[in-house]
Structures are given as C-alpha cells and as structure tokens.
C-alpha cells in the first residue's frame, strides 16, 4: 500500500514507546498518522503519570535499540552527544548470573544506555519533525467508533483532559499501543466480543529506584547487574549511567520482598544481594531524589492472536498485548519489533479486513520467545504462580548447563548475550559449538570459577578500542 493512492488516517493511542514507534512505521503507509496521548507531553526529559515505570532502571536491548535506528537513523550517535553512553555488552556491563561473575572481553555488540525518559523524549522530538505525524496529548480516549453493523472500526471518542471538550475522529486503522491499563479488552467485551484469553506468570515483583551521583572511585564498569540465584535467592539490583551524569539504582524483589526507601535501608538491601558490588559501588555515592517504588503483580499476555472474530480495523500492541517481568528487559524492544512489524505486515499485504489476523500472527512470533523464556527462568521459583510450559524440567536442566559454562566461557556467554538482546533465537543455546562445550563441560571436573568479587578487568581487555563494524548504526 503506497501513501500516495489511499489518502487514509491512522489512529494511535498511547504515546510511549510502542506508540511512538508505531506512528513512525505508520507515517510510510497512511497520510496522516495522529497519535493521543493523555498525559501532557513534558517540555524536557522527565517521568510522566502515564508511564509511572518511567522512573526506573530501563535497560534496552540492542535489538530494541537497532530497529530504532531503523526507524530514526542517527538515533543513538545522537543521544551519545547528548550524555547517553554506547559501550560493549560484555565487556563494559558487568554481570553477576547464576551465581558467578560472568567473563569480561569484548563481544561488539553494542549496549546503550540512557534514562527512559530520555529515550522516549527523544523520539517525541524526532517524530514532532514529520509532516504527517500529528502528536495530540492531554487527551484521552474513551470508547471506539465502530459501522453499525460492530464488525468495522472506524475511529475514537476523545476528551481533552484541560479543557473536558468531547471529539470524535475517524480513522481507517486505530492502534492500541495504551499499555497494559489498555481498553481494548472492555471495549471489545461492551461491542459483544470475547475478550482475548490471558496466560498470566505471578511474580509479586516489586521495584525500588534511586539515583546517586557516583564517587570518585574508579570503576572499569558503566552498568552492573546482580541477579538472585533461584530458587535459593529472590533479590536482583541494577546500576546503570545515565544521559545527566548520575547512575541509576534499581533494587528489585520477587513475591513483594521490597527494598526500604529510605538510604539505610536501601543500602542494607544492596548488601544481601548474591555479591557486595552494587553496595560497595553506593555505600559512598551521594543520593539524589527521592527512591520511587513500583510494584507488578505478574507477567501478563492477552492472546489476541486467538480470537476468532474480531473487528476490522483495529490492532494493539505493545505492553498492551504483552507486559513482562521487567528484571528481563524485554519490554521496550518487543514493543518496537511489534511497531516495526506492523509497517512489514502494511507493506506485505496492505489494510484488508483480514489485517488484525496476519498482524496478530507476526506479533504472537514476536513475543513467544522472550515470553517463554521470561517464565522459564521465572518458574524456577516454586512459588511463581502460572501454567507451567510443557518440558519446562529439562529446558532448566538444559539451561543451567550453559548458565554454569558461560562463567567461564567468553564465548558462550557472548551467545548468551545475542539472545537476551533479541539479535539470534534460544536455539542458539543448540547450536554444535555450543552444545559440544556443554556436553565437554558435564564430562569435566566442573570447576566454576566462581570468584567471591567482581574481577578486575585485564589490561589487555580494558585497552582493546571499541569495535562495532558488525552492527549498522
Ligand atoms: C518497573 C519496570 C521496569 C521496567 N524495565 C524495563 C527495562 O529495563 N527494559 C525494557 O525493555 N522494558 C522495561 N519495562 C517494560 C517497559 O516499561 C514497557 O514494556 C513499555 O513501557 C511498554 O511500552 P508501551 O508503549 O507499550 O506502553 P506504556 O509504556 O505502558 O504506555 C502506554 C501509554 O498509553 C497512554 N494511554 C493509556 N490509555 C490511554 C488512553 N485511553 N488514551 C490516551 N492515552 C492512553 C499512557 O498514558 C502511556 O503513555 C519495565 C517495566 C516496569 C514496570
């Protein structure tokens, strides 16, 4: 479907990350892409209501981040000059997985790192500068527009939030990027649908964040990540450099065991993490702000993609559809694959009536993978509550292997690391290379080099120049 022929309107609601991304891979297809948001757009960088997880530690996958740059070229140079850093994902982020520190070289796979507030504002800035992108905010909407007949819809009701003035708009696609608080389901349910069956992982994980203003001691890292130890440990904590100078601190906790908020208490929790790194990094850092909380009750997806009638006209996206356990990271860059496989399914088939079903099918491929493997590694806990997946004993017999040779195997975690960042399948776990060293490994004495602190990184190592030339950007 090209621009020029349809002279049609998209319809986005929610103006965070998936949203936005989603308007931009719209804009190629419609002539007028117009976005609602309700929260007022903030004038610089900042947490907003509308996306309250905003105000914590937000990792982004590079495979998150290289579609992106797909969609806005020169991105991440661009955040880089503006206090974002680009380091290497092994050698410049230090993690402690599975109970052991894991080797540090570099793998040239880059990581980016800025507050999400700053990613998400940057985009706004980005899409503000397109011609037929039109960004509404402080308005919210309120029910669809459908034909009589309720099989087509065909636009929103809206309110502005300042001014309570009621609009309709119509539209030929209207996209549900709302978040998990999204509508969709109630709408559906009130236009005599069936609401999307949910698969549900309760976790109880709850999220404390500070930012600190790091002391002068030298750090050869720029993120560190400490991960519990399950079923043994239910504690995980984040460090990360921010755009504005500071390190962001994130303490996490499964089945509501939450960080205090106040600085000693934080602190005390940082030290019963499965290594004293993240505490030692603070115990001399100055606080800045205040901590901010955030709980999450489970891991959630509705499975739209299993419906068997719904109507012309609409999709959703993003956290809307799938919202997972935050410890893993998936949640920006599955929503951009989501927004960026929807300009894929415009341009492959065009907007039929049938549109919802093949788009439904390439997001449910999108998210099957970081959604099985989330719940995987979360039902190593005997208290996670959810159907567990069939084969699920041998999958973390499996795993554990490679988790327990990765510490000592640069190469293997650098496979490790392509996975979490969505740049290759699980299945990259199989391959012979990989495989081999396992079953090596088990036919070994097994002797972990389980260093009690974080090793210093080699000269060799910390000398090597950045080297990126395997990924555009
Ligand atoms: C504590 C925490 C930490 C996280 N850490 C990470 C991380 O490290 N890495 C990662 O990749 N992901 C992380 N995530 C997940 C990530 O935050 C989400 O996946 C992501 O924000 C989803 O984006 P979205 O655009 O789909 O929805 P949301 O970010 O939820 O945004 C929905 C938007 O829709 C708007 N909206 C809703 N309803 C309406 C309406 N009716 N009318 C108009 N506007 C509406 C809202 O105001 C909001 O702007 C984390 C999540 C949490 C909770």
Known sequence: MSKSENNKTALVIGGSISGLLASKALSRHFDRVVLLERDKFPEKPMSRGGVPQGGHLHALMSGGAFVIEEMVPGFFRD????????????RDMALHFFNAWQPRD????????QSRAFLDWSIIQRLKKEKNIELRDDCFVSELLTSQDRTRVTGVKLKNRTTEKEEEMSADLVVDAGGRSSRTPIWLEALGYAKPPKEEVKIDICYTSRNFQMDDAPRDWNAMFIYPMPPRTTRMGGLMHQDNGEFIATLAGYFNDQAPEDLDGYLEYAKTLNSPEMYDALKNAEPRGEARVFRLPSARRLRFDKLKRFPAGLICLGAAVCSFNPIWGQGMTSGALQAQALGKCLEQKGLDDD????????QKKICDVPWTLAGAEDFRYAKTEGKRPFGIKILHWYTAQVYELMAQDHEAYTEFIKTIHFLQGPEAFFKPKIFFKVVKWLFSSRKRNLEPKLPPLTPEASQRPLDFSAYKF
């Open 79 to 90: 955040l880089e000059k503006n206090g974002s850093m680009i380091v290497d994902a092994t």
């Open 106 to 113: 570099l793998c040239g796979i880059p990581y980016f790192m």
């Open 355 to 362: 549109f919802y079903r093949s788009y439904f099918k390439a």
